[in-house]
């Protein structure tokens, strides 16, 4: 028996002359909570859509458990990929009753758990009446969210689950989302720009940018390894020699720098210098830089 994962391998998506993606290698392992963060453009929703055969890829194979997505039914029952409401028309989806896209829902998502939803809706206090199109931001990413969350999927995907939400139903929706993992094991990848807010969350980080995968690593780790360095330039310079640096600035005699230490190896100590632990959305800019902003 195949081991239990999604495997995306050399993904290529292709807009005309525009790559999008650039040979995308992935693994998301069964009992997992993902984390996919990148600037706006790098390719998160487009990745999402395709590793859950929303999307086809321009080359590349995309397997769950072994078997190929792509118009295979079979390996889509184990897929939900909870797409963010955007209603620019009033037609299509966004014409439904609230009430009527669950419903919907249920029809379409091979384990969908009625109660669960029901419950959902109950607790964000949505109308179920109210037409998509009249949703507010908010509220549409409650609806995101009960579809996610009560589909039951072994692999599910949230775009911006939070967008729109105050800090009581963010702090909801999160707390929820540990319960159910607690409870299933299921597999979650959350695309988010509220990075911080959700970096405990994550188990594991995926940064993307410019259509390629930039890291994949274990949160904590990722943590423990990066380091802010600031102080005189030569202090500076002697300290991290040898290390890997990003984000350089300086400002007269100064200079301030991430380092990025391997695995199990330590920073010395220097007192001529300040070093500060870096939290991940700091790690984030640091990576992706600024430059064109």
């Given at each position: 028996?195949?081991?239990?994962?999604?495997?995306?391998?050399?993904?290529?998506?292709?807009?005309?002359?525009?790559?999008?993606?650039?040979?995308?290698?992935?693994?998301?392992?069964?009992?997992?909570?993902?984390?996919?963060?990148?600037?706006?453009?790098?390719?998160?929703?487009?990745?999402?859509?395709?590793?859950?055969?929303?999307?086809?890829?321009?080359?590349?194979?995309?397997?769950?458990?072994?078997?190929?997505?792509?118009?295979?039914?079979?390996?889509?029952?184990?897929?939900?990929?909870?797409?963010?409401?955007?209603?620019?028309?009033?037609?299509?989806?966004?014409?439904?009753?609230?009430?009527?896209?669950?419903?919907?829902?249920?029809?379409?998502?091979?384990?969908?758990?009625?109660?669960?939803?029901?419950?959902?809706?109950?607790?964000?206090?949505?109308?179920?009446?109210?037409?998509?199109?009249?949703?507010?931001?908010?509220?549409?990413?409650?609806?995101?969210?009960?579809?996610?969350?009560?589909?039951?999927?072994?692999?599910?995907f949230l775009d911006e689950p939070v967008a729109g939400l105050d800090v009581v139903m963010r702090e909801y929706f999160y707390r929820?989302?540990?319960?159910?993992?607690?409870?299933?094991?299921?597999?979650?990848?959350?695309?988010?720009?509220?990075?911080?807010?959700?970096?405990?969350?994550?188990?594991?980080?995926?940064?993307?940018?410019?259509?390629?995968?930039?890291?994949?690593?274990?949160?904590?780790?990722?943590?423990?390894?990066?380091?802010?360095?600031?102080?005189?330039?030569?202090?500076?310079?002697?300290?991290?020699?040898?290390?890997?640096?990003?984000?350089?600035?300086?400002?007269?005699?100064?200079?301030?720098?991430?380092?990025?230490?391997?695995?199990?190896?330590?920073?010395?100590?220097?007192?001529?210098?300040?070093?500060?632990?870096?939290?991940?959305?700091?790690?984030?800019?640091?990576?992706?830089?600024?430059?064109?902003?």
């Amino acid at each position: 028996m195949s081991e239990e994962k999604i495997v995306a391998r050399n993904v290529v998506k292709s807009y005309g002359k525009k790559d999008v993606l650039h040979g995308i290698d992935l693994e998301l392992e069964k009992g997992k909570i993902y984390g996919l963060i990148g600037r706006n453009g790098a390719g998160k929703t487009t990745l999402l859509s395709i590793l859950s055969s929303q999307n086809p890829t321009s080359s590349g194979t995309v397997t769950c458990n072994g078997m190929p997505i792509w118009e295979n039914r079979e390996a889509l029952d184990h897929i939900c990929f909870s797409r963010e409401l955007n209603p620019i028309t009033g037609f299509g989806q966004n014409a439904y009753k609230v009430k009527d896209y669950l419903k919907a829902a249920s029809i379409y998502i091979p384990n969908w758990d009625k109660d669960l939803a029901e419950r959902l809706v109950e607790k964000f206090e949505l109308d179920v009446k109210k037409r998509i199109a009249r949703l507010s931001k908010g509220m549409m990413s409650m609806v995101t969210i009960i579809i996610a969350i009560a589909s039951k999927a072994d692999y599910t995907f949230l775009d911006e689950p939070v967008a729109g939400l105050d800090v009581v139903m963010r702090e909801y929706f999160y707390r929820v989302l540990l319960d159910e993992f607690a409870e299933s094991g299921r597999t979650f990848v959350i695309s988010t720009h509220i990075i911080e807010e959700a970096a405990d969350v994550f188990e594991e980080v995926i940064m993307l940018d410019k259509g390629k995968v930039l890291l994949k690593e274990n949160t904590q780790e990722l943590l423990e390894r990066c380091y802010h360095v600031s102080g005189k330039k030569e202090e500076v310079d002697a300290l991290t020699s040898g290390l890997k640096t990003f984000h350089e600035e300086k400002l007269g005699r100064s200079k301030g720098v991430m380092v990025m230490l391997e695995p199990d190896r330590q920073l010395a100590v220097n007192t001529e210098v300040t070093v500060q632990q870096m939290n991940l959305q700091q790690i984030f800019v640091a990576l992706c830089g600024t430059e064109g902003v």
